[in-house]
């Protein structure tokens, strides 16, 4: 069987993505990684400051069986991605897809984050993903849901991050994107009456499509 490794910066994400695995993409098997400390590193000190960490635990999933290995935290996507040249093997971000989902919907792109240090690097993807066709993007920070989901009450995260999106109806804005894969659940409580993109299963999709073909 196909072996997808996913490398996590929170346990949480381990029953989402297997769950999507059940629905999507039965013939994958799923490695995860979970490696909490490089988030708090990388905001800390910039993603850059984690890249020969990421490397190490990507070539160590790839030591171990990998096919490909997709990166769910939007932090450090871009260096997990950068280090795919070097490993022998496709090293994916899960919010590439979703990026070019936005920019496909039109040029006015909101970006809403729960950590400040996701908005510049998923912000850069999207910039990456338009290309030469117009863009204007927004950033947004839900300065007050972090604290929920590091206390553990996720309801109350995906609730303050919901509240966050509405208060964007009288902006224009033609797409709203979740930086993060945690803040998925949060599109189902939107109201805003524009598409409201999340990271996860478009993410897992184009993984399986890559390594499953």
Do not use: K
Request: with cysteine.
């Amino acid at each position: 069987m196909t072996t997808l490794a996913l490398l996590h910066t929170s346990p949480v994400h381990v029953p989402v993505f297997d769950a999507l695995r059940d629905e999507d993409a039965a013939d994958l098997e799923l490695h995860h990684l979970v490696h909490e400390q490089l988030l708090d590193r990388a905001r800390e000190s910039g993603p850059e400051a984690v890249t020969g960490a990421v490397r190490a635990v990507l070539a160590e999933a790839v030591a171990q069986g990998a096919d490909a290995v997709l990166c769910t935290c939007s932090t450090i996507g871009a260096v997990a991605e950068a280090a795919s040249a070097s490993l022998g093997v496709r090293v994916l971000r899960v919010d590439r897809p979703m990026a070019a989902a936005a920019v496909a919907q039109g040029r006015r792109v909101a970006v809403v984050a729960a950590v400040a240090s996701t908005l510049e690097p998923t912000a850069a993807l999207i910039r990456e993903e338009a290309g030469a066709r117009p863009l204007d993007l927004i950033e947004v920070l839900a300065e007050h849901a972090w604290p929920h989901f590091a206390s553990g009450d996720t309801d109350a995260y995906h609730a303050e991050i919901a509240r966050t999106v509405d208060a964007l109806a009288d902006v224009d804005v033609d797409v709203v994107v979740l930086a993060q894969a945690s803040m998925a659940p949060a599109a189902a409580r939107t109201t805003i009456g524009v598409p409201v993109l999340a990271s996860p299963r478009l993410g897992l999709r184009a993984a399986a499509a890559t390594v499953l073909g």
